[in-house]
């Protein structure tokens, strides 16, 4: 299993307020960023190819490192990694919102 925080903000006027947004990534692995006549950045066409690698990958080897991509390590419990995908920066990080979710873990122990 892999885990990952999709964290990009377009850069767009239209879609500036929103930020990172459920779904915004899907505009990057189907290649869809020029839509209503947007030019995304070259930050952001780099990041759509970093995206579309690891699909690529994942769904033909279950692998999602390839190729000069940044490695995706497999997520790890007791490391709590998860890889930031964001234009500029597609980073292994570790630690994502743990205080939220450990209070879930309190609640419900998972063994």
Do not use: K
């Not at 885990?3 to 307020?17: C, G, K, Q, T």
């Not at 995206?51 to 390839?66: A, E």
Request: proline content about 4%; overall charge negative.
């Amino acid at each position: 299993m892999y885990r990952a925080l999709f964290a990009e903000a377009i850069d767009s006027a239209n879609l500036n307020s929103f930020g990172a947004f459920h779904g915004a990534d899907l505009l990057f692995y189907f290649d869809n960023l020029d839509v209503a006549g947007y030019e995304p950045t070259v930050d952001e066409r780099e990041l759509r190819d970093t995206l579309q690698g690891q699909l690529r990958g994942l769904t033909t080897s279950g692998d999602p490192n390839s190729g000069a991509q940044p490695v995706w390590t497999r997520y790890d419990a007791t490391e709590d990694n998860y890889l930031t995908l964001e234009s500029g920066g597609v980073r292994m990080q570790s630690g994502l919102r743990s205080a939220r979710c450990d209070f879930w873990e309190r609640i419900q122990p998972t063994s």
